[in-house]
């Protein structure tokens, strides 16, 4: 009884193990670099600098659980991410809204 007991936990350790990855590159939507910081002052300004497939794009702040530091960081940040326009009304077709990412 307590050998089975124990075969069954070592599975759902193992198995526990085995669904555990890292991200990979096609676990992402884009390839990208964080380039800086946006200092100027208008409506449609403020945040940072994001290229993406030579665009460049702005967003304001990075999703809980990044461990990308935009305050202390050295630019540029390559990074992998998944993204959409922001739903923002100001400046449609400039911010993004990142929903996960990752540095490269």
Do not use: H
Request: glycine share 6%; proline share 5%.
């Amino acid at each position: 009884m307590m050998k089975s007991k124990l075969i069954i936990v070592v599975f759902f350790i193992l198995i526990g193990f085995m669904s555990c990855q890292k991200p990979t590159t096609s676990d992402f939507q884009s390839t990208g670099i964080i380039t800086g910081v946006d200092l100027k002052m208008c409506a449609c300004c403020g945040g940072y600098y994001i290229q993406i497939d030579n665009v460049t794009y702005e967003f304001d702040t990075l999703p809980a659980g990044s461990n990308i530091d935009l305050q202390n960081a050295t630019y540029p940040i390559p990074v992998k991410l998944d993204w959409q326009l922001s739903t923002k009304t100001a400046c449609p077709n400039v911010r993004i809204d990142i929903l996960k990412i990752v540095k490269q």
